[in-house]
């Protein structure tokens, strides 16, 4: 059709999976020919228009540039999955995904449990057509109805396990709500796995991304980092301070996030080494012989290193003075600094070197006694130095992951330099620093005490330790059983779990899970670690797959510098948003209020739509722990 400049409102969710199409065609043919193009291949200043269009509003001066030259525009909307097409139409977007039945967009194991959600009030029938025979292979009827106040919802539950056969699947109720396409298939969430450690590969500093690996993501170095000093010494002797991964959608290098990411990605290569033995994803160390997360773990360790001091201290992070504007990396060229030190990151710091000296899939068996001899100078320091905390320097307005409760810190790095050494001084101060279990953050690591105590420390306990320290873990997993009982979608999230980083949050609870269904066996807490990788796809109240790349409807305009800043549209893969929160900080327009649909897919929205390498994390743990737990 044709349209004149104005504003416009767009239906349908624009994903080029769904066959979203903008076309326009411009007269007269002076600089290009008539064209149209797939929104994923669209060149031209095309980011911030198609973020409009996801807005709900096409501004049709924004392409200005074209209509300078143009006579006529035509303009086609999105192809939904009924394969209507819009132009003009009131509805916003999201609403077409909330009268739909949601499904694990990456698709299940043959053998697992498997549920959709769909939103009714009452016992609805439903079906599952086979989409290759069009035959109905599957016919059931839902749960009763939960109304679930988190996501103003009321949903019920269509459990369809007995289906086994692989194939391309989808569910349909009377009523005429769908499902969006689904797959059962051997391979299910080994792609998403490869996707989301690769993400640390992206967000790799101090270096150029190769379009051997990095494909259309290809990119120009950044940040060298080699002429690094302490912001309150500018004359002090320069240090290199290279490597690391990106933090987030930012630039900087914090060390209490890296550290928790370090070590999330090092309990999965220790919890998991046959399946990390052989797997490979296509990064420059994948010709080498060691496992590639094993690689991808020391590129951070290699940077982490630089940041301690001779006194053993450990800078708190490395950092601008203020945030880069959204460029490429290489065009963030602003000085940068190591701030001052602090007792929460040279714990951290403590903890991670402790747990690294115990891989045996080091590329250098000297770096044992170089990370341990590393972890317990850090030690020493913070004895010294128990309550230096940090606070942004007066001109420093970057992330401050401030921390003033250590203790955590303490018992964790304790447990860590217990298991290394042996010596049971260490031990004391994880004993002394008891607290109540919780999913793990970047403040809050007194649960990676746990996992390493029951993992390698294990042997290492009196039976009454170990008994206890089992316990603990085994009720909190009993406790996340009944919490998942208030929603159809059967999570085990509470109003207090729906802050910044909510999909971290619960991926942070499935590890706790994967852990405690590995020392009992218990079903549940296996049904219940699953339930969260299916809601990181895409079975939640938005409909959203929270993975870049993944999916059905993946983000597309998550808040991460390069995926808004190159000449790509789809954004950089493999990253799990923030997702849903309804603290708005970042005063974009949403949906809603509730706060587990509180999620816009907008560059707009970095308290719901940033990405960081701490929830990609817990990601990559339980997609591992899934795969793996298909073999025991
Ligand atoms: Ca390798
Ligand atoms: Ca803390």
Redesign the pocket.
Known sequence: MSVRLGRYVMAGVITPQQGCLIQWGYLPRRFLPPWSHQVNRFKINRKKDISMLHQRRINITLFSLFLAHASAVTLTGCVSRHGEEHLVAPTAPIKAAYQEIKINQAGYYPERSKVAIIPASGTTPFSIKNLHTQQVVFEGVSSAALAWDLADETASTADFSALKTPGLYQITTADGLQSPRFRIFAQALQQPHDMAIKAYYFNRASSALDMAFAGQWQRAAGHPDDHIVPLSQPAAKPFASSKGWYDAGDYNKYIVNSGISTYTLIRALKDFPAFYANRQWNIPESINQLPDMQDEISWNLDWMLSMQASDGGVYHKLTTKNFAGPVMPHEATAQRFVTAKST?ATLNFAAVMAAASTLDTLPDPALKQRYLRSAKMAWQWAQDNPKVYYTNEKSVHTGEYG?D?????FAWAGAQLYVATGNKGYLQAFLTHERKLSAPSW???YPHAYLTLLNEGRAMLTPDEAQAIENTLINYARELVEQSHDSAYQIPARAEDFVWGSNAVLLNKAVLLWTAWKLTHENDFNVLAQRINDYIFGQNPTGYSYVTGVGTRPPQHIHHRPSYADEVVPPVPGFVAGGPQNGHQDGCNYYSKAPARSYIDDWCSYSTNEVTINWNAPLVYSLAAELDSRTR
């Open positions: 929460a921390d409760e250590v203790s955590d810190e403040s809050q690591v």
